[in-house]
Structure formats: structure tokens, C-alpha cells
């Protein structure tokens, strides 16, 4: 195997919540309300859709795509949803640092050294470079005959959290049989104080909506005991991910960086509402700390006092 080269599971499209359209003669995020299915191959800047985009939104024609039936590949979250602060390098698309909040693997002009990771809300570089949360989620889009493997990339903060939590609880719940669950990837809508009402869309992984959780886990054990029966070694394959996973620094293929940074680090400060919203909410983040919002109040305060004393000084004739 060769050493420094991350071995991720092979996938054969994307799914994501938006898109990148140009405007102006620049090429920019732009949000959706539903989830797309597409190819791994472009034409025309355009990412080609999967044949299995239009097969599930004909299942029901008259809602959009919102909900995707899915099952995982592995029994460990981990290996399913994989995030870490990421930074690239806008110039070249290359990865530059990566980080979980306590250590990170950054590229210096001594080679790739590991340093401590502040987080991107206090690193220094991070707030200068566009450093963010990123996740990838891979799964099998569960049509009764595609066992092919789907990735959903974020930059979100809520679809981060959310499924992180959902995979770790439903492990718990089925004893560790999470690539046995029948499960649906669903997108959720919500209004924040911060979004000013505007509905912002994140990701979810729940029960098919047909199951309750006692029909989920006897399916799921069902499906276990067919897979032991079988001689299908859940353990080994989770064993050789985690291994492959390991041998790299970064997880990106260089072919795939360039669209990646257009799609969720663009250039331009000004368009980071943009980037964000093409997965979810840019929101999520205060854009001031609590001692800018009081100092800014107490500013305010001041100059309507001023403003209310040269209102009733008397005027002079």
C-alpha cells in the first residue's frame, strides 16, 4: 500500500443541497430546499445527476426529494461520518491543515508537522485562511438493487451535530449493528433568531418512515444473522477502512479539492453567506462576541442621550 495515500471508500455520486451556479461571470453556492443526486462526472461545470435522482423522486412526484432511504457500511460512526476542522489553500486547492479541536496535522515548510488545534473560532491561521467544520457521510442508497456508496459533504454546523448524534445513538440502540439499520437521510428545516426567519436546511438520519423502532432492530437483526449466516464479516471490513482511513494524512483526492473549495471555501469573504447556505445554515455562527453586542449597545445608548440633550437645548434667535 502506499504509505501517506488515504484509501477512502470507493463512491459512485454525491448528494448534496444546492448547487454552484455562476453569476456575474463568477461561479457561486447557491442553496436548495431539497436533496440532489448526481454523478461523479461534470459536463459544462454541471455535475450530471444520477440515474437514481430522478428513480426516487418518482416514487412521489408531487412532494421534493427530502427524504432518501439509506443504509451505512459500517458499524462504526466513525468510519460512516468522518469531520474535522479543514483548511485549504484557496491558490492550489491543496489541504493544508486538519484538526479535531485538541491536536492537528499541518503542512509547514518543515513537511507535515502536528501541532495543537485551538479550534477555528481562536486558531490565528484559521480565522485568517477560512478554516471550518467539515464532514463527509457515506452511505448506500437502499432502492432494493443499487449497493453503490453515496457521499454527503458539509460544512454545517447543525447537520455536523445532528448526525453525529443520530449515528452514536443508533449504535447504541441496536447493539452495534448500525449497517444493519433500515434508515432514511432526511432534510429538516428551521428559523433562528440569527437567520431572521429564513428557513436554513440541515441534514438528518432517522428511522425509515414506515418503521417504528421495534420493527427497525428485529429487521436488523434479521439482516445480521442472514449477513453471520452468509460468512459476511462486519468486523473485518470496518478493521480494513479504519486501517486504509489511517494511512494518509488528508482524506481529499487532489482531483477532487478544486471543486470541493469552490463549493464550500470560496475566495471572497463576501460570499461566505453563500457557501455556507448551499448545505445549510451560515447563521449557525454569531458574527460578534457578547463584549462587541454590549459595547455596541452601550455606544447606542450614548448617542441617543446626545442626540435627546441638542433636542431640548433652546434654540437661539
Known sequence: MLKGLAITPPVAGRISIGRVTEKNGKRLPE???QFT???????????LLHPLNQTLRETNPEEKLRRIP????FNDPVLNFRAEYSLFDRSTGRPMCIGDGESCKRITNEGIQTLPCPGADTCPLAQHSGCKPYGRLTVQIDDGENTDSFIFRTTGFNSIRTLYARLHYFSALSNNKLACLPLELRLRGKSTRMSHGTAIFYAD?????????EEALASANALHQQRVAAGYNQEALDAAVR??????VFEEDEDDVASLVEEFYPEQPAHAEASSAIQEEHQSQPTHNLAD????????????KVSATENNRPTRH
Open 70 to 73: 439509506i443504509r451505512l457500511m
Open 243 to 248: 486501517h486504509g482511513l489511517s494511512n494518509g
Open 293 to 304: 453586542k454590549l459595547q455596541q449597545k452601550a455606544r447606542s445608548q450614548t448617542a441617543r
Open 205 to 213: 438520519i432517522t428511522l425509515r418512515s414506515n418503521m417504528i423502532m
Open 31 to 33: 442553496k436548495d430546499d
Open 37 to 47: 443526486i448526481t454523478s461523479q462526472i461534470q459536463h459544462r461545470q454541471e455535475w
